[in-house]
């Protein structure tokens, strides 16, 4: 049986679009049922591996990556405007270096020198351990500030404005806003308006 060339269902796709393709594959899965010819429980795949490296996890890279992103979250909230008194440092180089010191410990040889670069290795992960921990303290802190300052923010805008002309108390304070007098309280003006009876006479 000729197999066709691989670039066949490429210019199949290319030419009749992808609803063609589907519909083929349709037809063909409908046919091979029903010429009893299509079996479920195992399938054949192809295909195409690609070499690559392989990136394998440790602690010292896991430590170093959690640090630099709780840096980079901590840069934007600040950025942000929020938690701006929170004092925080940067202690990405600090890590990458201690993470790099690992890698010239490992190309020791030796039995007494291996030993010595795994016991070299397990005191620079306890020091980026370290380093991580402040950072996550950091990080709170500034998380708290921020979510603190938000919410105050929020009741600030939240609060009803002051009214600007609140009505007067007394009397005399309106008569004094419309610009009159204050008025007196009554039996005292007579007393002062007008002079006893008895200097009339």
Request: hydrophobic share 35%; with cysteine; charged share 30%.
């Amino acid at each position: 049986m000729r197999v066709p060339h691989p670039t066949t269902l490429m210019k199949i796709t290319s030419r009749c679009g992808d609803a063609a393709v589907v519909g083929l594959n349709e037809a063909l899965l409908a046919k091979a049922a029903a010429g009893k010819l299509l079996r479920t429980d195992r399938v054949r795949a192809d295909t195409t591996v690609v070499e690559a490296d392989v990136g394998y996890r440790t602690d010292s890279g896991l430590l170093t990556k959690a640090i630099g992103s709780m840096t980079r979250s901590v840069a934007r909230i600040k950025a942000a405007g929020g938690a701006p008194r929170t004092r925080v440092r940067d202690r990405c180089r600090s890590a990458g270096r201690r993470a790099r010191s690992i890698a010239s410990k490992l190309r020791l040889r030796g039995q007494q020198q291996r030993d010595q670069a795994q016991a070299a290795v397990r005191r620079i992960t306890g020091k980026l351990a370290k380093i991580a921990e402040v950072t996550v303290g950091e990080a709170v802190a500034v998380l708290r500030n921020a979510r603190r300052a938000r919410r105050t923010a929020q009741r600030r805008a939240q609060r009803p404005a002051a009214p600007s002309d609140q009505p007067p108390r007394h009397h005399g304070e309106a008569n004094r806003a419309r610009g009159g007098a204050s008025p007196l309280p009554p039996g005292r003006g007579d007393a002062r308006v007008g002079a006893p009876a008895g200097q009339l006479a």
